[in-house]
Nanobody, 124 residues
Framework: QVQLVESGGGLVQAGGSLRLSCAAS????????MGWFGQAPGKEREFVGG????????SYADSVKGRFTISRDNAKNMVYLQMNSLKPEDTAVYYC?????????????????WGQGTQVTVSS
């Protein structure tokens, strides 16, 4: 059982940056493929980006490519989402998720464990 806790959300002006963190409880964290998802008000939760267990492979939604970067520190059981050049449409609750498979998947049903989410609000 992996417990995930996100932090780092907040209110930021358009063009600003935030770094979200996700702390995992499991000592075997390094075995998991990680994903970040965002849920905007009134919308479905959507894939933002994902990272393989080694950190060597990443995948991003088209809307965030070139602006967001996912990284991980397996020694610290941490995953990060660096968000740059933020836009009002990035406003959402952001969740980190873990799956035991080795493939980065964009569908949320493929992920086994979820954090509680952290709110990101981007003002114009």
């Amino acid at each position: 059982q992996v417990q995930l806790v996100e932090s780092g959300g907040g209110l930021v002006q358009a063009g600003g940056s935030l770094r979200l963190s996700c702390a995992a409880s499991e000592r075997t964290f390094a075995r998991y493929t990680m994903g970040w998802f965002g849920q905007a008000p009134g919308k479905e939760r959507e894939f933002v980006g994902g990272l393989s267990w080694s950190g060597g492979s990443t995948s991003y939604a088209d809307s965030v490519k070139g602006r967001f970067t996912i990284s991980r520190d397996n020694a610290k059981n941490m995953v990060y989402l660096q968000m740059n050049s933020l836009k009002p449409e990035d406003t959402a609750v952001y969740y980190c998720a873990a799956r035991s498979g080795i493939i980065i998947r964009i569908d949320q049903t493929a992920y086994d464990y979820w954090g509680q989410g952290t709110q990101v609000t981007v003002s114009s």
